[in-house]
């Protein structure tokens, strides 16, 4: 199973919007709705902040969205703030019961 | 709250073996899947496998990557999740976590333990 595929950094300015995407197949992104994204600051926990595509547990704000089409996902992060400096995972459900990860973004907040 | 805190990290020489424990509180732990998920250093994030809950009959499934060399196994009484990594190399040098399943998703996790492994 090989990871999904995302880009290695993206940045922008407090306020703005950035958009992280993550692609693979049809055994993994395209053939499931599990789609989920974790923020991840190093040596802590990491947090859930989508699931399912596009849901969001309570407590995670309506600044972060996801979507999918095909085989790619995506995570929008708008009004971007100091805190959102993270690395970023993308992970879905894939055939054969089995879970795979993004290889991660590293959000930057110039 | 849920909490869940892994232990038994160390340093370990190549070819040896360690156990993991994953103690839980805060939920009903038999109701949930496990997952166990590492961080090489520099790395991302990589499933090693997971456990399903008492309904699903707490079986095992593994990463290809791992598979054959890590166990997984649960004891509900204990409320713990257990990671067996055998004939370890340095490249499972990591930080090691466990994860809630909340249907197909992660919806907690601890903070995590080190294993390096070096002579």
């Known amino acids: 199973q090989s990871a999904l595929t995302q880009p290695a950094s993206v940045s922008g300015s407090p306020g703005q919007s950035i958009t992280i995407s993550c692609t693979g197949t049809?055994?993994?992104?395209?053939?499931?709705?599990?789609l989920s994204w974790y923020q991840h600051h190093p040596g802590t926990a990491p947090k859930l902040l989508i699931y399912?595509?596009?849901n969001r547990p309570s407590g995670v704000p309506d600044r972060f969205s996801g979507s999918k089409s095909g085989n790619t996902a995506s995570l929008t992060i708008s009004g971007l703030q100091a805190g959102d400096e993270a690395d970023y995972y993308c992970?879905?459900?894939?055939?054969?019961?089995?879970?795979?990860f993004g290889g991660g973004t590293k959000v930057t907040v110039l | 709250e849920v909490h869940l805190v892994e232990s038994g990290g160390a340093l370990v020489q190549p070819g040896r073996s360690l156990r993991l424990s994953c103690t839980t509180s805060?939920?009903?732990?038999?109701?949930?899947?496990m997952s166990w998920v590492r961080q090489a250093p520099g790395k991302g994030l990589e499933w090693l496998g997971f456990?399903?809950?008492?309904?699903?009959?707490?079986?095992?499934q593994y990463a290809a990557s791992v598979r054959g060399r890590f166990t997984i196994s649960r004891d509900d009484s204990k409320k713990a999740a257990y990671l067996q990594l055998n004939t370890l190399r340095a490249d499972d040098t990591a930080v090691y976590y466990c994860?809630?399943?909340?249907?197909?998703?992660?919806?907690?996790w601890g903070q995590g333990t080190v294993v390096t492994v070096s002579s």
């Open positions: 994860a809630r399943h909340d249907g197909m998703r992660f919806d907690y």
């Open positions: 805060g939920f009903t732990f038999e109701f949930h899947s």
């Open positions: 456990i399903t809950a008492i309904g699903y009959g707490e079986t095992a």
């Open positions: 049809a055994d993994d992104v395209g053939g499931y709705h599990y």
């Open positions: 399912d595509v596009n």
């Open positions: 992970n879905s459900y894939a055939t054969g019961n089995t879970w795979v």
